[in-house]
């Protein structure tokens, strides 16, 4: 079986942050596809926590293979926002987020998991969000749209039912409540058929 786009790119990435010792975490519509229902995407978001020292070997990790801007690299860092990679072969993009210092950020990323990937491929283990947290962060996205995102909402559902056994319904509960999501996640449960 051929690898998936999403590998080829994603794969030198997650080399160059491990060599580099910078924490990561994968996000988005990857996590939701990986603890619920799967979906084609061709772009990648990740969390990082890294710093402007490790910008050079970064980009000397992945030049060659990607394009990347320095200068937008190093303004994302400072400014803790984000910037994306492509990988050239596939043209499939890397969005990387740094990890920003707000409390449920910081919660979040210490909640990741190291969960391997690849039933008919060789495995990967990678770093990624929680189920719960995919769900909290879908939620905000949904929210942040305007709540007309199908998209999201619809990653959310498949999350829920699919994992809804494994939640740690307290967490989601008490930052739903938080992050002023706590009725958008009464609304997907319901819609889930979870009560």
Known sequence: MNE?????ALDPVIRALDALRIPY?????VASSAYGIARTTLDVDLEADF???QVSPLIEQLQGAFYLDEDRVRDAVMRRSSFNVIHLESMVKIDIFLLKSKSYNQAAFARR???????????????????????????????????????????????????????????????????????????????????
């Open 113 to 195: 998991r190291v969960e391997t990937f690849g039933e008919d491929l060789p495995p990967r283990t990678l770093c990624i969000a929680s189920p719960e947290d995919v769900i909290l962060n879908k939620l905000d996205w949904y929210q942040e749209a305007g709540r007309i995102s199908e998209r999201q909402w619809t990653d959310v559902l498949g999350v829920l039912k699919v994992q809804q056994s494994s939640l740690d319904m307290e967490y989601l509960h008490v930052w739903a409540e938080k992050l002023g999501l706590a009725d958008l996640l009464a609304q997907a449960l319901r819609d889930a058929g979870i009560r």
């Open 4 to 8: 998936p786009l999403i590998f080829q």
């Open 51 to 53: 710093r402007d020292s």
């Open 25 to 29: 975490q994968i996000v988005g519509s």
